[in-house]
């Protein structure tokens, strides 16, 4: 069940006839009351004899009682609230009731017999529009103080009392949606998002990494989007705006959204936070430069791992703070991603922007690890699909599952219910990601530990026995088992104790709970054994009398074979 407040209007008659139309788009069905203030508000939608300038005429009689200097100049209130996508279809009575709880609630009509009077408008199966004017009957203003708030409150127990579906309740951080109009606008363009959708994930992206002021207002412009400044006298910048080229107002000039309209965060002064030292930078040496899409994802793996420690043992502000910057990284390598895993990465960081914002603030300085990761995709460049770039795509998607599980599990805590869902929608589309980025070189691995003598076999095998005693049945049964053997056998022939190294590699993080924990500890070990990701650069990759060629085609084969299998979750 979703309330919304709209804004304050000054015609009801305007608004009812709105209401009572067919819509802009002929959407409207059946428009007639459902409830009103003393229940016997004439309707104009059932009574042929009423127009809706009698009802506009009832709604308003206590303003028009008020001397003409003491009248309010915006009186109309609007609020719709709508089923959740899923729900049943209610009745006119459940509707009923549902408007007279809001209206309660909001403060509208508190039920001492002097409330303002309103309606209730249904003109579609999931939801009713409420109509109300802001002068009570006693000719006082109503207190409807952050009447948002208790609609928001009132509608999570009407959930529980129909036994719909529970939406999340909010904390206020949530970036600020597309208005209607806004909506409408994107429709009639043939648009899927509205401009400040767009603006929104334009501004995030170019923000994500950014290293000052000039950087960030210059990827601003390289993205295409109008930038205007608002500059002190001093000549420092105070604020910022932005427009999409093409979206005008009906004077055809462009329509411009400042950072804090797009998202709590988006404002100047908290993009400026990201760039602050904290106790943590201090004597902080420069890191030295990327040299590649292939390293910067190294790179990322491992900030990402020192982010998993923070969120285990820090405090509640580092947390936060490795929460948003864990946000910039995901925006970071959706933007440097290659075709096949590009959508589902911005997916990711679409949904994980609004588990990235909490009351909780954020220690800056923390973060400088994650942050500098974001700044070396940025810069390392757009990375290819095969090879090195792709394989360290996969064991990076790997390690940021763990990553968006763990903060959805820390807001869950926290009971921030909207910021953990989020981080568990981005959990799902990094799998479906990694699925994507891993579907090769996992088939290279499987084929290169199904050739391994047996005896080998069972030398690896019995390292995991050692090292996870508690889970080496299921990891034995894994599809993906073939791969872990190649890895170790890897680990070996380069010098490592395969078994201290996988003990290792196990006690960074649970296993229990990943979906493919063989998938898992391949990725771990490679980055601990410093190995090549893709396994066609490892050394003695070609060896046991196979040429170049044949072992490609081999694992082509075997990739077309298993595709059903890698494309499932870890």
């Not at 104009?44 to 506009?56: C, K, M, V, Y």
């Not at 053997?485 to 993080?509: I, N, P």
């Amino acid at each position: 069940m979703i309330p919304r407040i709209h804004q304050q209007g000054r015609n009801t008659a305007r608004l009812l006839a709105y209401l009572y139309g067919p819509g802009r788009r002929e959407e409207h069905t059946d428009p007639h009351l459902v409830a009103s203030f003393d229940g016997l508000a004439p309707d104009p939608g059932r009574d042929p004899s009423t127009t809706l300038a009698d009802l506009a005429q009832l709604l308003d009689e206590p303003l028009h009682l008020l001397p003409d200097d003491t009248r309010p100049t915006t009186h109309v209130w609007h609020a719709s609230v709508r089923a959740a996508p899923g729900d049943r279809a209610l009745t006119d009575t459940e509707w009923a009731d549902i408007a007279r709880r809001v209206i309660t609630a909001t403060g509208i009509d508190p039920g001492d017999g002097a409330g303002c009077r309103w309606a209730a408008v249904r003109h579609a199966d999931d939801h009713i529009h409420l109509i109300a004017t802001l002068v009570r009957e006693d000719g006082r203003r109503p207190d409807h103080h952050r009447s948002a708030k208790r609609a928001q409150t009132e509608c999570r127990q009407i959930e529980a009392d129909y036994d719909l579906h529970r939406v999340a309740p909010g904390d206020g951080t949530a970036a600020k949606r597309p208005t209607s109009a806004e909506r409408h606008k994107a429709e009639r363009r043939g648009r899927q998002r509205t401009p400040r959708e767009e603006l929104r994930e334009t501004v995030r992206r170019s923000a994500a990494g950014s290293a000052g002021e000039e950087e960030f207002f210059d990827r601003l412009a390289a993205g295409g989007l109008l930038v205007r400044r608002r500059i002190a006298p001093s000549g420092d910048t105070l604020g910022y705006t932005v427009a999409l080229p093409g979206d005008r107002n009906g004077n055809g000039e462009p329509v411009f959204y400042s950072g804090s309209k797009l998202a709590p965060d988006l404002s100047l002064p908290r993009i400026r936070e990201r760039w602050t030292q904290g106790p943590g930078d201090t004597g902080r040496q420069p890191t030295p430069p990327v040299t590649g899409p292939a390293s910067a994802r190294r790179r990322a793996t491992g900030a990402a791992w020192q982010a998993l420690l923070v969120i285990d043992h820090g405090d509640d502000g580092m947390v936060a703070a490795q929460i948003a910057a864990t946000g910039e990284v995901l925006d970071a390598l959706s933007k440097s991603s290659a075709a096949h895993t590009r959508d589902e990465l911005r997916a990711a960081a679409t949904a994980f922007e609004r588990a990235s914002r909490s009351h909780v603030r954020a220690a800056r300085g923390h973060d400088h690890a994650l942050r500098q990761a974001a700044r070396d995709l940025v810069h390392g460049g757009p990375a290819l699909g095969r090879g090195e770039d792709g394989a360290t795509t996969a064991m990076v998607i790997d390690t940021l599952v763990f990553l968006a599980v763990a903060a959805a599990h820390w807001h869950a805590r926290k009971q921030h219910a909207q910021q953990a869902e989020a981080a568990h929608r981005a959990a799902e589309h990094l799998r479906a990601a990694y699925a994507s980025a891993s579907h090769h070189p996992m088939a290279l691995l499987h084929q290169r530990g199904s050739r391994l003598a047996p005896s080998w076999q069972r030398h690896h095998a019995t390292a995991v026995r050692h090292a996870l005693p508690e889970l080496a049945d299921r990891i034995l049964s894994e599809p993906g088992w073939p791969a872990l053997a190649a890895t170790l056998d890897e680990v070996r022939t380069t010098g490592h104790d395969a078994t201290a190294l996988l003990t290792q590699a196990a006690a960074r993080r649970e296993l229990d709970t990943a979906e493919r924990m063989s998938d898992v500890l391949v990725w771990r070990l490679r980055r601990l054994a410093d190995l090549p990701a893709d396994p066609q650069n490892s050394r003695g990759t070609h060896g046991r009398g196979s040429s170049a060629a044949s072992s490609q085609r081999r694992a082509a084969h075997l990739a077309a074979r298993t595709s059903n299998d890698t494309r499932r979750q870890r």
